[in-house]
């Protein structure tokens, strides 16, 4: 698909509110490329050389009326520095400069992001010289629900105590316990959209571990849900059962509690990013 | 001659026994259940304590029992973490904790004339790895004059604390222990005095047959040399035991040197021989394995379909195998497994 037009701001911003709302909703970014031509190119030059350039997985628009902006979906300002890298070596006599916006935020004025990409330009011209602007790389705060359900007393504290303990910036951490699956799957806790992972033992009573993978694997926003199940069977054929109706993580006990508190420090960072 | 008066008296004083031993059984029972209720609500104040010192490694609240039933709480939480737990610095500060405060009160327990009670002593020696009672172990262990149980548990001590001396003190029993508490005890071994016994060719055929069953379970790869050798060994078991662990470890060996299992009369012969097809091309095991796909034992053919299903173009092969059979199980077995169902009765 080739792009023959810039896209005006207004059609853009329609797009650009549904993408924002992806961004926070998936947890992903969004980089947004302005590009300016220096005095010996016009703009109506620049406009041609980057549209030749296109691709269909970006967006091009009238970020204003002397700046082209890019959107990349689901890139990060490295990725936005090979893309001018090429814009670069495609036309070299068409020379600009570029601020790069790595959004990993809900900037819900576009006017904000518009105005930090006008201030960053620098004043002196220097023929391809781009600047990153760092201000919209916070990411929200991340709400990340643990669930350890286990029969054990003791053992339920140790898990519940130590998950809590795990301290990674900008997550916060809700940590509960159930004493069997009949109690988890009683409550409303496990109903929100929050990324949730689940620490559940294979032996429990009432409802067993097994059944609670398979109850939680049937319910439609299913994905959010990583789950860890706990089980003294070392056996492969025992982890393929288990892989085969939904578990994420499949924990043989006795476990290295660091490596356990390790392996859900890492899911949630993979929420993270 | 027994009158009525008499029985009537008999049947009221057996009444008055009964009535007796009934308040005697409740009070008992709920004894019992305040003892239980009260440790509970022991190993609920103990928890805290506990995590901090043994999970943590906070040195400042370790805590020691002041009653027995406080004791019996805090043991009750370590038997939690040990089963749960292997990370060896947390493990190293409970078996620390317990040699010092616990492990003169387990000697005493192994002394006890109550056999429960010894018992007892013996699985917490073995699990919290009193290396303090010992001494006392061994030397019950020579006087000899122990229960099957009691004589079990020791072996597996000593195979878990000293192992250098087991084989002494398995010598000295080998003639009592079934093969059951033979792996028992061989499993208690590290993996590297496991693959020393295999590699060794070990001369006592008991304790080798042991060492190769505990080298199948825990999936030890390293011993495919000894294990070819093993092969050829005298002893029938220690060949089919040799055989189960060629399945793990895979085999460089040209495909004829099995042949003779494919022909043998023995289900679980065949049933190796189609696990070893595994490490083979298709192009040399697919009339073997056409064959075995249709045996008369369904294990047979089970695994003959597992093992097709290994193979990176098996959609390809088990069309083609259909083509070139008529046996309805076999047909139905590669059917059931190619919809994800079932094969003669087991979840594929």
Request: aromatic share 10%.
């Amino acid at each position: 698909m080739t792009v023959n037009e810039l896209l005006h701001i207004e059609e853009f911003m329609k797009i650009y509110r549904f993408l924002q709302e992806q961004t926070i909703r998936q947890r992903t970014k969004m980089t947004i490329v302005g590009i300016r031509a220096t005095s010996n190119t016009s703009y109506a030059q620049l406009k041609t050389m980057i549209l030749q350039t296109a691709r269909s997985s970006n967006l091009y628009f009238e970020l204003s009326f002397d700046t082209i902006g890019v959107l990349l979906y689901d890139s990060t300002a490295k990725e936005a520095q090979y893309y001018l890298k090429r814009l670069k070596e495609a036309e070299e006599q068409v020379t600009w400069n570029a601020v790069i916006c790595e959004l990993r935020q809900n900037v819900e004025q576009f006017s904000v992001l518009q105005e930090e990409i006008t201030a960053q330009f620098k004043r002196e011209e220097i023929p391809f010289s781009i600047v990153e602007s760092h201000r919209f790389l916070q990411s929200a705060l991340l709400k990340q629900k643990v669930s350890v359900i286990e029969a054990n007393a003791v053992t339920r504290q140790m898990l519940t105590q130590a998950i809590s303990h795990i301290d990674l910036p900008n997550v916060a951490l809700e940590v509960r316990s159930f004493e069997d699956g009949e109690l988890f799957l009683s409550s409303d806790w496990y109903q929100s959209e929050q990324a949730h992972i689940v620490i559940v033992n294979a032996k429990l009573p009432r409802k067993n571990g097994i059944q609670i993978v398979s109850d939680l694997r049937e319910m439609p926003n299913q994905r959010k849900f990583k789950i860890f199940l706990i089980s003294s069977l070392p056996a492969p054929e025992d982890q393929i059962a288990a892989y085969a109706i939904g578990v994420d993580v499949y924990v043989v006990r006795p476990f290295h509690l660091a490596v356990l508190i390790a392996q859900i420090k890492q899911q949630i960072m993979r929420g993270l990013r | 001659m027994i009158t009525i008066s008499t029985l009537s008296y008999a049947v009221l004083v057996s009444f008055i026994i009964l009535v007796l031993l009934t308040i005697w059984i409740s009070i008992d029972a709920s004894r019992y259940q305040h003892k239980e209720k009260k440790k509970e609500r022991l190993v609920r104040e103990n928890r805290q304590r506990c995590y901090d010192y043994f999970i943590e490694g906070q040195i400042v609240s370790k805590h020691v029992g002041t009653s027995t039933l406080e004791r019996q709480a805090i043991v009750q939480i370590l038997e939690s973490y040990i089963m749960y737990v292997k990370d060896a610095a947390i493990l190293k500060r409970i078996y620390t904790y317990m040699n010092r405060y616990y492990g003169a009160f387990y000697k005493k327990m192994l002394k006890s004339k109550n056999s429960v009670e010894r018992i007892n002593a013996l699985y917490y020696i073995l699990d919290f790895q009193i290396v303090d009672a010992l001494p006392l172990v061994e030397r019950r262990l020579r006087k000899g004059r122990l229960s099957t149980k009691e004589r079990l548990e020791s072996l597996k001590i000593i195979a878990q604390l000293e192992e250098e001396k087991i084989y002494s003190f398995f010598e000295q029993y080998r003639e009592q222990l079934t093969e059951k508490e033979c792996f028992t005890i061989a499993n208690q071994l590290e993996d590297d005095t496991i693959y020393d016994i295999v590699n060794s060719e070990h001369e006592d055929e008991i304790w080798l047959l042991a060492a190769l069953q505990v080298m199948y379970k825990r999936q030890l790869m390293y011993g495919q040399v000894a294990v070819h050798q093993l092969l050829e060994h005298p002893n029938e078991n220690v060949q089919q035991a040799a055989l189960h662990m060629l399945m793990i470890t895979g085999t460089n060996l040209p495909l004829q040197q099995f042949e003779h299992y494919f022909y043998a009369e023995q289900p679980y012969k065949r049933y190796v021989f189609t696990n070893l097809m595994t490490y083979y091309d298709i192009q040399d095991t697919y009339f073997y394995l056409l064959t075995l796909i249709q045996d008369q034992d369904f294990i047979v053919r089970q695994a003959a379909v597992q093992t097709v299903s290994t193979y990176a173009n098996s959609e390809r092969i088990f069309e083609h195998m259909l083509e070139d059979m008529q046996d309805t199980y076999a047909i139905e077995a590669i059917e059931a497994f190619r919809n994800g169902g079932i094969i003669d009765g087991t979840m594929v």
